[in-house]
């Protein structure tokens, strides 16, 4: 890492012990400890619901805190995993030490520290959610000797007492400002901190969700990151979601990630972009265009798309939002700028660049050889998603599509050109299959697929049965039917899955 990087980047940790938190070691951690007179330390981890889990330790003394930084702690797993048994249950939760960051909450000077699940052998535990991904992600590179870098778009939605001074005009807060935008000092904080806790973010903004209803304000914001590893890419999110949640509460209000807050308003959405590397180029773009190894990686995807919205669309409420003419996908299908599609290819800059120099005509400085930021965007998830199984989803998918005979012409049949919510019928529409309309049919897909998820032990079976299980206990097939103009009813099952994962 550049000492320039080293300045800019806000994690204390790397500002201190100047080296890139990937080269944190154990004795780097204790020297940051002790010099910054840490008294608590944290370790995190995911369980079934998503969300990040805690342990306490208050080290008394240099030997106790390298047993904890070395052996971790002993959990009882059936009580983060509802696969696991009572009757052989324990896991040791081991410290990742590139995860470290100080906690900006807390008065007692407090490290953070995430994990993963080991089992009693020492092995990572073959059904633990980071290591599905890793295995997933090893498993890419040994057969295709490319790297996944991801990020996602991290919409969210603020509840609050209705405030009449400038009010939220209906559906219209898409990059809004203060004071139009009447929580921009929460989103800029939560952006602060994520990048204090090692996140690297792209921006924030106010979205298009904005709307009044029964005394109370709901503003949607959004904040979205920039590429890096698939593993990491989760680790961000889960830690951005940490964050918010704990400024809402200190706020005063409610942030929540749900799917759907009401009909007819925006839905928030959980867009997944990623890109294929090989020795640190992006590969997504040959000659100025979608390179062939874009369009394979697109075609894999949409081949196990219906597959993973068992992964990343959880809840009954998920599929109120991936209905036409929201603005979210309903077909499977890939196009340029198009936000109606599955997948869309976004802007990326390819033979765009005279731009700066029209803007600022004094600057002579060159832009030549910027390196590609092109990405290819996944648009079904939401803020429901088992976050390290749909990015180990994702990264199948496009192993799959890299691997399997006909990928560039099955990219070539399911690409189109037109806005899929236009009114008016179009042959092509006919020919494009739907996503599934519940959890109850996400769970069928993810049946019929499972033998792509399980090979070579990846996603092991009893985790698949787990997932279809929870799926279809909701039996929830045809809900969005049996609601319609059912407004009661319908604030019932938000209100019921608001603080999802």
């Known amino acids: ?77 059936s009580s983060l995993f509802s ?70 778009e991290l919409e969210y939605y603020i509840r609050s007492t209705h405030d009449d001074r ?15 935008a009447k929580f921009e ?109 874009a369009k394979k990686m697109m075609a894999g995807i949409l081949d196990v798309s219906k597959a993973l919205t068992a992964f990343g669309n959880t809840i009954p409420t998920s599929y109120l939002r991936l209905v036409p003419h929201q603005e979210a996908p309903t077909n499977i299908c890939w196009g340029d700028r198009n936000r109606s599609v599955l997948i869309r290819v976004p802007l990326g800059w390819n033979g765009a660049m005279g731009m700066i120099k029209d803007a600022n005509p004094a600057d002579t400085e060159p832009f030549e050889n910027m390196p590609s930021k092109q990405t290819v965007e996944l648009r079904s998830p939401d803020g429901s998603a088992d976050l390290h199984k749909l990015f180990a989803g994702i990264v199948i998918g496009a192993e799959h599509g890299l691997t399997m005979k006909d990928s560039l012409k099955k990219a070539q049949d399911l690409y189109v050109d037109y806005n899929i919510f236009s009114k008016g019928e179009k042959p092509e529409r006919r020919k494009l299959e739907s996503l599934p309309a519940s959890c109850w049919e996400s769970a069928d897909s993810l049946i019929e697929q499972r033998a792509l998820f399980e090979k070579d032990g990846v996603f092991p079976a009893a985790v698949i049965d787990n997932v279809a299980s929870r799926l279809k206990a909701y039996n929830d097939k045809g809900l ?17 899955y608001l603080h999802c994962s």
């Open 83 to 152: 696969f696991m048994e009572s009757g052989s249950s324990d896991l040791y939760v081991i410290p990742r030490y590139r995860t470290a960051f100080v906690n900006p909450f807390t008065v007692i000077p407090t490290l953070e520290i995430l994990c993963s699940f080991y089992d009693n052998k020492g092995n990572p535990h073959e059904s633990a959610p980071e290591n599905i991904l890793r295995k997933a992600y090893t498993r890419l590179y040994r057969n295709t000797g490319y790297r996944m870098k991801a990020f996602g």
């Open 185 to 293: 000092d929460l989103r800029v904080k939560a952006l602060e901190l994520c990048a204090k806790a090692g996140c690297r973010i792209k921006y924030g903004h106010s979205e298009v969700g904005s709307f009044t209803r029964d005394g109370m304000d709901f503003e949607q914001h959004e904040i979205e990151f920039l590429p890096v590893d698939v593993d990491e890419a989760v680790d961000q999110l889960l830690i951005a979601k940490w964050i918010l949640r704990i400024l809402g509460s200190q706020y005063g209000v409610e942030v929540s990630f749900a799917p759907k807050i009401t009909v007819g308003n925006a839905g928030s959405g959980m867009h997944i972009h990623m890109m294929l590397e090989k020795d640190g180029v992006n590969m997504m773009v040959e000659n100025g265009k979608l390179s062939e190894v």
């Open 1 to 77: 890492m550049k000492t320039k990087d080293i300045l800019l980047n806000q994690n204390e940790l790397v500002q201190y012990l100047k080296k890139p938190a990937v080269e944190f070691t154990r004795e780097d951690i204790i020297k940051f400890i002790e010099a910054k007179g840490i008294s608590m330390l944290n370790f995190r981890y995911v369980g079934d619901d998503g969300k990040l889990k805690s342990l306490n330790f208050v080290p008394f003394g240099r030997d106790h805190l390298e047993s904890i930084l070395t052996a971790g702690e002993r959990v009882d797993g």
């Open 166 to 180: 400038y009010p939220l005009v209906d559906q219209k807060g898409y990059h809004q400002a203060k004071p139009f």
């Open 480 to 496: 969005s039917e049996k609601l319609y103009n059912r407004q009661d009813e319908i604030a019932i099952l938000v209100n019921k």
